[in-house]
């Protein structure tokens, strides 16, 4: 008997080192396949690239013509003609006229580091338009996030004509439509997934809208911010409005604030965002700016800015200030032109930050003691749903965040009010769309309020509600968690041994980034090296060493991995001979550069011949 073509077993690719359960749990993959694989060959070749640059370009699905503009991303060549956004030719005349007709202009932000770099942009052009605006940033836990009729009518009874909300206000209906009542006109500028309606406002400029078809609702709220003042730049040049005395604002030279807010929020780095955040770096590297400088400062951070540092390090502080802190903090900093009165409001970011971290830790522990007793020893569950009274509505985010990374699974964490109305944020994992079910939630009447994107949502429900809830994301998103959980997937570039991990291979491999969400970190393999040190080092973290057959050796970090699973294994292999997956990094400590591996993922080698791919 001869079965279809399609009853035709397919033939899996093998799995890299021959790693089919590494000690965490996970398939190693090569991130190529047989069409990559010719593909790196061919950039290799035309372009006169080391291999292992080829590799990573062509795992990115970087094409053999496009290789030159992935390398040095340039907004001229990305930026697309403004007015494709729908509504941004209205929202562009209604800002330009309020620069010329020298208007009072409120802008209402979210409390977060895309809300904080979208107002902080959008006052310094209002600024050289020579209009002194109102900022209002809400209050996390008084105000809650987006436009609140309290706040409208403040801004109103301050003489604001024109209110402009940034990164929020597309689901404010209600708020909004006060705003016109009161004789404000109103433009949006958000990129948040939509509801079924749309609140009636002078523009609302959304890439993430039904009818828009742009094509750039991967961008963060300060991009498409930066988008919209160069339709305002061309709307006020075409009214003459620029002249000797006051000059057109060089938009490209707060492309700091623009790299800040995209890779905190997380924004996939493809398109333009890649060239947002490539020359945002170039210009942090400057050091010319007041308030990233204090920034970059109180952070300590040594050596040139790489966009994980604006993720991990530089946000942080920013977002601290609307968490636990004074929501407008991370405004004023960015507009701030004292060196010293910047400093000061960057130390007082580190302190809140710094606070930040110990509520977040008690909030952590006792959500995944509730997690690990939700899910039992069987391990069932899509979804986890923590609540608990106590705990800060500003860090609920980062224990979702925290939790989603630990039991790889969508996570919500609430805080409960004494009233009985929690206050929660979500976190996802890919190919789970978590605004989506929020947004179906909210419109069923099982939550108060509710929205975001994709990845990450926030939400407003009753006590009594949260077992209802829970079952309902649970049966909502147990086929896409499946899916998208059936495979454990770790996907590696390439193979080098510790000789070959020096400073000038990080430095070939950063000529393909910025790296980040859309662009991940090149991982490399270490085939059979021998671990030699492992010890505990700053907060659970595991600091190791790797020696290779010809005695070379290389230093690594495991972050956050004491009690985990790969902390687990690296400390019980001491001594061993593992095949190793990381990226690897430039460490600078006193002026001195050191390459060192990030730890991802370990396996005991097979016993058989090894191939290295």
């Given at each position: 008997?001869?079965?279809?073509?399609?009853?035709?077993?397919?033939?899996?690719?093998?799995?890299?080192?021959?790693?089919?359960?590494?000690?965490?749990?996970?398939?190693?993959?090569?991130?190529?396949?047989?069409?990559?694989?010719?593909?790196?060959?061919?950039?290799?070749?035309?372009?006169?690239?080391?291999?292992?640059?080829?590799?990573?370009?062509?795992?990115?699905?970087?094409?053999?013509?496009?290789?030159?503009?992935?390398?040095?991303?340039?907004?001229?060549?990305?930026?697309?003609?403004?007015?494709?956004?729908?509504?941004?030719?209205?929202?562009?005349?209604?800002?330009?006229?309020?620069?010329?007709?020298?208007?009072?202009?409120?802008?209402?932000?979210?409390?977060?580091?895309?809300?904080?770099?979208?107002?902080?942009?959008?006052?310094?052009?209002?600024?050289?338009?020579?209009?002194?605006?109102?900022?209002?940033?809400?209050?996390?836990?008084?105000?809650?996030?987006?436009?609140?009729?309290?706040?409208?009518?403040?801004?109103?009874?301050?003489?604001?004509?024109?209110?402009?909300?940034?990164?929020?206000?597309?689901?404010?209906?209600?708020?909004?439509?006060?705003?016109?009542?009161?004789?404000?006109?109103?433009?949006?500028?958000?990129?948040?997934?939509?509801?079924?309606?749309?609140?009636?406002?002078?523009?609302?400029?959304?890439?993430?809208?039904?009818?828009?078809?742009?094509?750039l609702g991967h961008l963060a709220a300060v991009g498409l911010v930066l988008v919209t003042l160069v339709a305002v730049n061309r709307e006020l040049r075409a009214r003459g409005f620029w002249t000797p005395e006051m000059p057109e604002p060089d938009l490209l030279g707060m492309l700091h604030h623009v790299a800040l807010g995209t890779v905190a929020d997380v924004a996939p780095l493809i398109g333009l965002n890649r060239a947002f955040v490539a020359k945002g770096l170039i210009a942090m590297r400057r050091r010319d700016h007041v308030g990233h400088t204090?920034?970059?400062?109180?952070?300590?951070?040594?050596?040139?800015?790489?966009?994980?540092?604006?993720?991990?390090?530089?946000?942080?502080?920013?977002?601290?200030?609307?968490?636990?802190?004074?929501?407008?903090?991370g405004v004023r900093l960015l507009l701030e032109g004292d060196i010293s009165e910047a400093a000061k409001i960057a130390a007082e970011l580190d302190r809140l930050n710094n606070e930040r971290r110990v509520i977040e830790q008690m909030a952590e522990a006792q959500a995944e003691a509730e997690a690990l007793a939700a899910l039992g020893f069987e391990d069932k569950g899509a979804v986890i749903v923590t609540a608990s009274e106590g705990w800060h509505p500003g860090v609920v985010g980062l224990v979702a965040s925290r939790l989603k990374d630990k039991f790889?699974?969508?996570?919500?964490?609430?805080?409960?009010?004494?009233?009985?109305?929690?206050?929660?944020?979500?976190?996802?994992?890919?190919?789970?769309?978590?605004?989506?079910?929020?947004?179906?939630?909210?419109?069923?009447?099982?939550?108060?309020?509710?929205?975001?994107?994709?990845?990450?949502?926030?939400?407003?429900?009753?006590?009594?509600?949260?077992?209802?809830?829970?079952?309902?994301?649970?049966?909502?998103?147990?086929?896409?968690?499946?899916?998208?959980?059936?495979?454990?997937?770790?996907?590696?570039?390439?193979?080098?041994?510790?000789?070959?991990?020096?400073?000038?291979?990080?430095?070939?491999?950063?000529?393909?980034?910025?790296?980040?969400?859309?662009?991940?970190?090149?991982?490399?393999?270490?085939?059979?090296?021998?671990?030699?040190?492992?010890?505990?080092?700053?907060?659970?973290?595991?600091?190791?060493?790797?020696?290779?057959?010809?005695?070379?050796?290389?230093?690594?970090?495991?972050?956050?991995?004491?009690?985990?699973?790969?902390?687990?294994?690296?400390?019980?292999?001491?001594?061993?001979?593992?095949?190793?997956?990381?990226?690897?990094?430039?460490?600078?400590?006193?002026?001195?550069?050191?390459?060192?591996?990030?730890?991802?993922?370990?396996?005991?080698?097979?016993?058989?011949?090894?191939?290295?791919?």
């Open positions: 008997m001869i079965l279809p073509a399609s009853a035709l077993p397919v033939e899996a690719p093998p799995a890299f080192l021959g790693v089919a359960r590494s000690l965490t749990g996970k398939l190693w993959r090569d991130r190529l396949d047989a069409r990559g694989a010719a593909r790196a060959l061919a950039i290799a070749q035309r372009y006169q690239l080391p291999e292992m640059l080829a590799r990573v370009l062509a795992g990115r699905d970087v094409e053999v013509d496009a290789v030159e503009d992935f390398l040095d991303p340039t907004i001229r060549k990305l930026m697309p003609d403004p007015f494709t956004v729908t509504q941004m030719e209205e929202a562009a005349k209604r800002i330009a006229e309020a620069a010329v007709r020298g208007e009072k202009v409120a802008i209402f932000g979210d409390y977060d580091v895309d809300g904080a770099t979208s107002a902080a942009l959008l006052a310094w052009h209002l600024r050289h338009c020579g209009l002194d605006s109102l900022i209002h940033i809400p209050d996390r836990i008084f105000e809650g996030y987006g436009p609140n009729v309290e706040a409208v009518r403040m801004l109103a009874g301050k003489g604001a004509t024109l209110l402009v909300t940034v990164d929020c206000g597309t689901t404010s209906a209600e708020p909004l439509a006060e705003a016109r009542k009161l004789g404000m006109s109103v433009v949006v500028i958000d990129h948040h997934q939509c509801g079924d309606e749309l609140p009636e406002v002078d523009a609302l400029v959304n890439p993430n809208r039904p009818d828009d078809l742009s094509g204090a920034l970059m400062d109180v952070a300590r951070l040594n050596g040139p800015p790489e966009a994980w540092h604006l993720g991990f390090m530089l946000g942080p502080r920013i977002n601290a200030g609307g968490r636990i802190g004074r929501a407008d903090l790889a699974r969508p996570v919500f964490a609430v805080a409960l009010e004494p009233g009985g109305i929690g206050t929660g944020s979500g976190r996802s994992i890919g190919g789970v769309d978590l605004g989506k079910a929020v947004r179906q939630a909210v419109h069923d009447g099982l939550l108060l309020k509710g929205g975001g994107h994709a990845m990450a949502a926030g939400v407003t429900l009753r006590k009594e509600k949260l077992a209802e809830f829970r079952a309902y994301m649970e049966s909502a998103l147990a086929a896409d968690v499946a899916q998208s959980r059936h495979v454990n997937e770790v996907f590696v570039d390439g193979a080098v041994s510790a000789r070959g991990v020096t400073t000038e291979l990080a430095a070939t491999l950063n000529r393909a980034g910025p790296f980040g969400s859309g662009n991940p970190e090149p991982v490399l393999a270490l085939p059979s090296h021998q671990l030699v040190y492992a010890d505990e080092v700053g907060q659970a973290h595991l600091r190791v060493r790797f020696k290779s057959g010809d005695g070379a050796i290389v230093n690594g970090v495991a972050f956050r991995s004491i009690g985990q699973k790969l902390g687990n294994a690296l400390t019980a292999h001491r001594g061993q001979v593992l095949h190793v997956a990381g990226s690897i990094a430039v460490d600078r400590w006193q002026g001195a550069e050191r390459v060192q591996l990030r730890v991802l993922d370990v396996a005991v080698p097979d016993q058989g011949p090894e191939v290295i791919r």
